[in-house]
């Protein structure tokens, strides 16, 4: 049921989309803005900082692939052959049709294929790529290809026609990569291709303006939005539309800071991913124009929850949709984008220690505040303040940190709206030790296909328990749930040497109680899971399995011992009773490191059956050197771990 302030939003947008359809708008006469942009850094400085670093040799690399036609995006390798068809996707081999973008079934992957990995060409963020590799190198090709792309698309993609305007988060990423081709070589395209660019920004503009996702996606995609109608705004204020688009946009944002930005920090789509587009959304739009106090307090906190999710290795744990795309320069190694986000939060916010190495400051924060403003805080290395465990309310996330080991247990429930992004892996447990992921989150793989879809967010592929086949919720189309389960966290205990969380999990009648404890110097995590019915009556026979996704070759050491790499040890409590099975492929043994990306990932399943109430009990020693322990309960919730000589006592409340 639509409001009716909504039904009239949506008269308004239609009537003004079928004007904009009829009436394509003009650039307006002296509109056009100079280049570079003023309120970017200098290319010529930038450039001169970055010329010989590893940076600039694989941009150089990266730009003689899209040269050959070969873009990596996301997941996948586009070869798009000579001339590149913008509206088809190259993974499923699907061509739509230039109708008007209302007309486009955009959401049926049978008739248009699947529209995330068409979009992601159509960001055009290679050609920023083309751009960039031309300012560094001057290697003329770059900029012709840039040219050549941008002449076929504008031919293949009459405005608000195709699949290409059906989003408009897509229309607002695809601007900011015109805005950026338009900052780092406007002055040196032919002025034809300059003039078609500068047009096409203005009725993007407009485009934006009239399709804002108030209603549709009041998510990232509205932050997008706002975020990419105010820089053309910026762009363009020389036009009575490009200051309206200011305010609008401005406005916009700043709404977004109060409802999508919770009081610990996180984003309220429960997702690692989408937490660092939200982080470079919100970060971007404060260069466009200085914060306020509480916008400045908000984005610390947002970076500060980053700089906690990632581990020493600097991979981001995969919580939560991963969609593989990037707010800018979606190449290299998908896992390690957010530690560009937060170098570049380091240098913004003054934050020394959140910039983990002077390379990280290279894709990202150099291009957005220049070389001078990101040298500085490296002069200060003393400011750096250490990382120490911490719980995050709002999310319901517990981080456990040591030295070299980094465990982060979510004790929270499912992300805000209709939870789109969220994944049924309540009490799920990531853990990586030095620079190895231990147990990981296999990630999000597809949109498109339903099967896939559920099985990568469904709760047999978290660390996590399943009952009787049963995963936390049930998918209400691809990007919703219902049934969801009520989460809350019981205990959270942290001390220089130990930490201890709690938390409690309800669905479909069960029970799971989650206790993990962390021996920071040991590297040791206990994991208790205890399960009960919602009557307490134990009646009834109940399966229960227990996954453990590992991120290395997983070893059968003994009857309850696993070797996980080199050095880590799984040891399950002697007397669990059932099955225990590894496998890779099949049912949920896979991963996906990035969108349309799937390998076969090894998996430890552990089944048990029998009457509730049921506990399991598990340690995961992560120097254990390959070495078998033994794991007993010793009195009503009392456990001993023994290994090399040395034992453990944990007595639990």
């Known amino acids: 049921m639509r409001s009716s302030q909504e039904i009239l939003y949506r008269l308004r947008q239609e009537s003004r989309n079928c004007r904009l359809r009829l009436f394509p708008p003009a650039l307006p006469a002296g509109a056009e803005p100079s280049s570079p942009l003023a309120f970017l850094p200098d290319p010529a400085v930038v450039v001169a900082a970055l010329t010989g670093t590893p940076f600039a040799n694989e941009c150089e690399r990266l730009a003689e692939e899209v040269l050959a036609r070969r873009f990596p995006l996301l997941g996948l390798e586009i070869a798009a052959g000579p001339t590149v068809r913008w509206r088809r996707d190259y993974s499923g081999g699907i061509e739509t049709q230039p109708l008007y973008f209302r007309r486009v079934p955009y959401l049926d992957p049978a008739r248009v294929g699947d529209h995330k990995v068409v979009w992601e060409l159509n960001r055009h963020q290679q050609l920023v790529l083309l751009a960039q590799a031309w300012r560094l190198t001057g290697r003329r090709e770059f900029l012709d290809d840039l040219c050549k792309q941008m002449e076929s698309w504008f031919e293949e993609n009459p405005f608000q026609c195709g699949i290409n305007f059906c989003s408009a988060l897509e229309v607002a990423f695809r601007s900011l990569s015109w805005m950026w081709v338009y900052h780092l070589a406007g002055n040196d395209m032919p002025p034809a291709c300059r003039r078609s ?113 990632l581990p020493p290795g600097g991979d981001l744990p995969s919580l939560g949709d991963d969609d593989g795309g990037r707010f800018f320069h979606p190449f290299g190694a998908r896992g390690r984008f957010g530690l560009a986000t937060l170098a570049t939060c380091g240098v913004f916010l003054d934050r020394p220690e959140w910039i983990r190495s002077p390379a990280h400051l290279e894709e990202q924060c150099i291009w ?53 992004h969220s994944h049924a892996d309540a009490l799920h447990i990531v853990v990586s030790h030095k620079e190895q992921d231990l147990l990981l989150d296999p990630g999000t793989y597809l949109y498109a296909d339903a099967a896939w879809r559920n099985l990568f967010r469904g709760t047999a592929a978290h660390n996590a328990i399943c009952v009787n086949g049963h995963g936390q919720a049930d998918p209400a189309g691809p990007f919703s749930w219902k049934n969801r389960p009520a989460v809350n966290i019981l205990r959270w ?161």
């Open 197 to 309: 660019l500068l047009t096409g920004l203005y009725q993007h503009g407009e485009h934006l303006a009239t399709n804002l996702s108030y209603y549709f996606s009041p998510n990232t995609h509205l932050l997008g939005e706002g975020v990419a109608l105010h820089a053309i705004g910026r762009m363009l204020a020389a036009t009575r539309r490009g200051l309206q688009w200011i305010e609008t946009g401005r406005r916009v944002v700043q709404q977004e800071w109060r409802l999508q930005v919770r009081a610990d920090g996180s984003h309220f789509e429960q997702s690692s991913y989408y937490h660092v587009y939200a982080v470079d959304m919100f970060l971007f739009d404060c260069l466009l124009a200085p914060p306020e106090a509480e916008q400045r307090q908000s984005l610390t906190r947002m970076a500060h929850f980053l700089d906690m999710l």
């Open 368 to 420: 957005w505040l220049g070389p001078e403003r990101s040298r500085t805080p490296l002069s200060r290395p003393e400011e750096a303040r250490p990382r120490r465990s911490e719980y995050f309310d709002a999310s319901g996330l517990a981080v456990m940190v040591s030295a070299d080991t980094q465990a982060a247990f979510d004790a929270g429930g499912f992300g805000a709206l209709a939870a789109g």
């Open 493 to 653: 205990q942290s001390s220089e040497c130990r930490d201890v969380a709690a938390a409690r999990c309800s669905y479909f009648g069960f029970e799971h109680r989650r206790t993990v404890v962390f021996e920071k110097e040991l590297a040791v995590l206990m994991i208790l899971d205890e399960l009960s019915d919602a009557a307490g009556t134990g009646a009834g026979r109940n399966v229960v399995e227990q996954f453990w996704h590992a991120g290395a070759p997983i070893e059968q050491l003994a009857a309850h011992a696993f070797a996980i790499g080199g050095d880590a040890v799984l040891t399950l409590a002697e007397r669990t009773t059932g099955a225990t099975r590894i496998f890779e492929g099949r049912e949920v043994g896979w991963r996906s490191p990035a969108y349309g990306c799937r390998i076969a990932a090894p998996v430890l399943c552990v089944s048990a059956q029998g009457r509730f109430p049921m506990n399991l009990a598990a340690v995961l020693d992560c120097r254990a050197a390959g070495e078998p322990g033994r794991l007993t309960e010793a009195g009503p919730r009392e456990w001993l771990y023994e290994r090399g000589g040395r034992t453990l006592r944990w007595v639990l409340p």
